[in-house]
């Protein structure tokens, strides 16, 4: 754990502020920590090899960025990430506008997660599964919200509440469903969206964010359940599988607010232009196994043979992504914002800023990106840690 609890304590700042976090290693095994979705510079993005020594058992590390952009982020290690993730080691960066005008008081974050113990009770060994489990991606069997099982969330019917979801699981898909009463979408990894969207089940994959509200209805006294409903990620996520109970929504004895006035939330947003945009395409497989094991490639090179991608600062860049493999990828930059576009280059409705989406089976996302500031290697990589590792 961050400070002894799970998740990691809520780290609030206003954006515009610089964070500064003095972290101190007292596992035995070496870690980082990395800012997922923050413009921080390179020096402080927590991947070994590429932007920051491993912090050793004993060491210490001063991690120091100004967080520039309004928006719920998280922060957990690069190393050993299905293993350290998946025990514990991850919590929230809430960054906020004073000026946001949202104006709905009842805000919360909810850190969607899981954890899997063996029988005695100790935590599910991080190889569990072999190599099958690490094709599926490993998902703990109990679900946490805000690291409880089935928290209980007073509500008062039909007010609005602002709920600051992000995933934090190791492979866990989240399709959100409150009894199919509305999610209006106002947000999602890099702040709001250029308008709301709503929507009946919500996908929230791994690593991804959503900032939504929710007007929870119903007779006072009575209650309503969260559920994570069955979405298909590739075999195995709906066979053997059912729908969980992740919260409870209870209403209380107060009067039924039915009056509303949401504020119009909208936002301008200039896309990366796809005229003299770079194409770089990008296949993902998973071949055959060989030698007893699996092995995902880009571009049919594996990991420990790949080269960076390169891109010039200034340059935008189209990239083109297809997945060959029966299994979603939740796909993750660092360090940038990226849109998704369609294959013509034009962005999807409405615009909003990306650091991860979730590229389906036998499907291509393309996103146009720019690599305007902070040259350095950044990672590019599947939020199914199991994959990423
Ligand atoms: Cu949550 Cu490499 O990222
Ligand atoms: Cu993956």
Redesign the pocket.
């Known amino acids: 754990t961050y400070n002894g609890s799970l998740p990691g304590p809520l780290i609030r700042a206003t954006v515009g502020n610089r964070v500064i976090v003095h972290f101190v290693n007292e596992l035995d095994e070496p870690t980082t920590i990395?800012w997922?979705g923050v413009r921080v510079p390179i020096e402080m993005d927590g991947?070994p090899g590429i932007s920051q020594p491993e912090v050793k058992k004993g060491e210490s590390f001063t991690y120091d960025f100004i967080v520039r952009d309004a928006s719920l982020y998280?922060y957990?290690p690069?190393v050993m990430?299905a293993a350290q993730v998946g025990y514990g080691l991850y919590g929230g960066l809430l960054v906020e506008d004073p000026a946001d005008g949202v104006g709905v008081a009842d805000t919360t974050t909810l850190v969607l997660s899981d954890i899997g113990f063996d029988k005695n009770g100790t935590l599910e060994d991080s190889e569990s599964g072999g190599s099958a489990g690490m094709v599926f991606g490993r998902e703990g069997a109990y679900v946490l919200v805000n690291g409880r099982t089935r928290p209980t969330l007073r509500a008062r019917a039909g007010a609005p509440q602002r709920w600051r979801i992000v995933n934090m699981a190791k492979s866990r898909f989240f399709y959100l469903d409150l009894e199919g009463q509305e999610f209006v979408v106002i947000g999602q990894d890099g702040g709001f969206q250029a308008s709301p969207t709503k929507a009946d089940i919500l996908l929230v994959t791994p690593?991804e964010r959503y900032d939504v509200i929710v007007r929870p209805t119903g007779a006072p006294g009575s209650t309503l359940v969260l559920r994570a409903m069955l979405y298909n990620r590739g075999y195995g996520s709906i066979e053997y599988r059912s729908v969980e109970e992740i919260m409870t929504v209870a209403l209380t004895n107060d009067p039924v607010v039915t009056k509303v006035d949401l504020p119009a939330i909208s936002r301008e947003i200039t896309p990366p232009a796809f005229a003299g945009a770079t194409p770089v395409p990008m296949v993902f497989t998973l071949p055959p196994q060989e030698a007893g094991y699996s092995e995902f490639r880009i571009n049919g090179v594996p990991y420990w043979k790949a080269k960076p991608f390169r891109a010039e600062l200034g340059e935008t860049q189209f990239w083109t992504v297809t997945n060959d493999t029966d299994w979603d990828h939740p796909f993750?930059l660092?360090g940038y914002f990226f849109m998704v576009v369609d294959e013509k280059g034009a962005p999807l409705q409405p615009m909003v800023w990306k650091d991860?989406v979730n590229i389906p089976m036998k499907a291509t996302a393309h996103i146009l990106v720019t690599f305007d500031e902070r040259p350095g290697t950044w990672?590019i990589?599947c939020?199914i840690l199991d994959h990423?590792e």
């Open positions: 990395h997922h991947v998280w957990h690069h990430s690593g993750h660092h991860t990672m990589h939020h990423a």
